[in-house]
């Protein structure tokens, strides 16, 4: 079992383009979530998913688009990136009755 | 909403020694979770503990081990017998219970620990 992967491990980007960051899991997990990292912030939650076709926005989702057309995929778009999203991204799964989550080894994104 | 406070940034321990990290958060919910992550340098978020706010005993995982006083809302992070490899982020986060409206993980700001040879 490969767990949860994230897709690319580094990216830079300019000002104004877009890309989407993969995040795919094959542990059959119904809850799926996006954090970003920043220095002295903690993990803050973007956006999730608590199974497929359905997503919720959290705390910092502005700037962020995601959809859930399977179990397995939960990707995460950036329409015009902006330097304010330079950041680490990282996915995370949880099976329900578990409470616990499992993380994948984050993005590190620049955007200059 | 709920909130998760670390207030210290940065600590450090001899090794072989004893560490305590400090949790305080805020909620309303009688019922939820809490745990505690390390990220070492490699980025990775590795769960060390977590406890049922429902359990009065205390979780402990080998050197882990937690002071869960509810009334209080505190949740702080003993390790025992500090190793080099303890060296890290630690994140205290809270979890609302399945059913309830649940929604991820609320992150402390972390504390950076350094176990010092």
């Known amino acids: 079992n490969a767990g949860v992967t994230q897709t690319p491990k580094f990216q830079v980007l300019k000002t104004g383009q877009s890309m989407t960051l993969q995040c795919a899991q094959d542990?059959?997990?119904?809850?799926m979530s996006w954090y970003r990292q920043d220095p002295g912030m903690g993990l803050r939650l973007i956006h999730y998913?608590?199974?497929?076709?359905?997503?919720d926005q959290g705390e910092v989702p502005n700037g962020y688009n995601v959809s859930r057309s399977t179990t397995e995929d939960f990707p995460l778009r950036l329409l015009s990136a902006a330097p304010s999203q330079t950041s680490v991204y990282f996915c995370?799964?949880?099976?329900?009755?578990?409470?616990?989550?499992?993380f994948g080894p984050g993005t590190r994104l620049t955007v200059l | 909403a709920q909130t998760v406070t670390q207030s210290q940034p940065e600590m450090s321990v001899q090794e072989a020694e004893t560490v305590t990290l400090s949790c305080t958060y805020d909620?309303?919910?009688?019922?939820?979770?809490l745990f505690w992550y390390k990220q070492p340098p490699s980025r990775q978020m590795i769960l060390v503990i977590r406890?049922?706010?429902?359990?009065?005993q205390n979780a402990t995982e080998n050197r882990f081990s937690v002071n869960f006083q509810k009334a209080a809302k505190s949740f702080s992070l003993k390790i025992s017998d500090s190793q080099l490899g303890d060296t890290a982020m630690y994140f205290c986060?809270?979890?609302?219970?399945?059913?309830?409206?649940?929604?991820?993980?609320?992150f402390g700001k972390g504390t950076r620990l350094s176990v010092i040879a």
């Open positions: 998913s608590v199974g497929a076709g359905i997503t």
């Open positions: 995370a799964t949880q099976r329900g009755s578990y409470n616990e989550q499992f």
């Open positions: 406890q049922e706010a429902y359990k009065q």
């Open positions: 909620t309303s919910e009688n019922n939820y979770y």
């Open positions: 542990m059959n997990h119904e809850y």
């Open positions: 986060a809270f979890m609302k219970p399945q059913g309830t409206g649940n929604t991820p993980l609320v």
